[in-house]
């Protein structure tokens, strides 16, 4: 039976043992894993996350967080799961890259300060780099179904690397691509089709949303503030514990521009915060 906790102002947090309904790969560094977690699918909003161990036992040791990529859903419309975009690169992600289906994951959740959807006239641009496209496939749906305009600006190394692209196409997702290597739209980083499309903007009110790199996140804060527009950025911390207990995720923030920063954890007060709150130099 999966153990859960309520906390005052957010859903239930769920600890079950998830069964992996599909492991997609989409490259040999990337892959989709599909886990029936309907106790944590049911509660999860945009941005949040779930700290996922692959197998019991010390190796590894701690979970490792990953954002909820996407809600699945019965021929009703009720939760029944959730996916992750995965990105091998070490330990953990070695193995959720080879995990079958019919095995089983640990899996704590929803965990984390979810993304603020906004509503039109306002419109929703979503700005991400490589894995930081995982937080967006959820945001995305909300924002639809609100009928608010998404476009997503979405940079990768080349065309190849441009995972997932249809898939929000086939949501209503506006695409505006950049590759390094200029194998698809913009030659160079994604900041290049923002800063464009943000020049021409006109009158159009905009909620930037950033997650990737440090330094394309820090990159679009600094266009927001310069066309004064809210930009919120889900940071990539390292976390040990994902509930705020073990304070390895510390980032510091300032209340008000120019005011004295403190430390904050990314877990809990975050993994979303507004960029203009963020100490950037010291990420």
Known sequence: MPHTAATRDRPAIADVT????????????????ALAAPEIAAGARPGQFVMLKPRPGHDPLLRRPFSIF????????????????????GRTTGLLAGIAPGESVACLGPLGRPFEVVDPPTEAWMVAGGVGLA?????????????????????ARRDADLHCAGAFERRGVRIACST???????????????????????????????????????????????????CDVSLEQVMGCGLGGCYSCVVR??????????????????????????????L
Request: aromatic share 6%; net charge positive.
């Open 70 to 89: 996407e809600i699945l859903r019965d021929a009703q419309g009720l939760p029944t799961g959730l996916t992750i975009l995965n990105k091998r690169a």
């Open 18 to 33: 998830a069964r992996v309904l599909a492991n997609t790969h989409l490259s040999d560094d990337y892959n989709v894993l």
């Open 135 to 155: 937080p967006f496939a959820t945001l995305a749906d909300a924002l639809i179904a609100r009928g608010t305009a998404v476009t997503l600006f979405y940079g």
């Open 180 to 230: 390094e290597d200029g194998s698809r739209g913009d030659r160079g980083l994604v900041t290049v089709p923002l800063a464009r499309a943000l020049e021409r903007r006109g009158g159009t009110a905009v909620h930037l949303y950033a997650c990737g790199p440090t330094p394309m996140m820090r990159a679009v804060a600094a266009l927001a503030g310069r066309h004064g527009c809210r």
């Open 253 to 282: 923030v300032r209340e008000t521009p120019g005011g004295t920063p403190r430390f904050v954890r990314s877990c809990s007060d975050g993994p979303v915060f507004d960029a203009a709150r963020i100490v950037w130099e010291e």
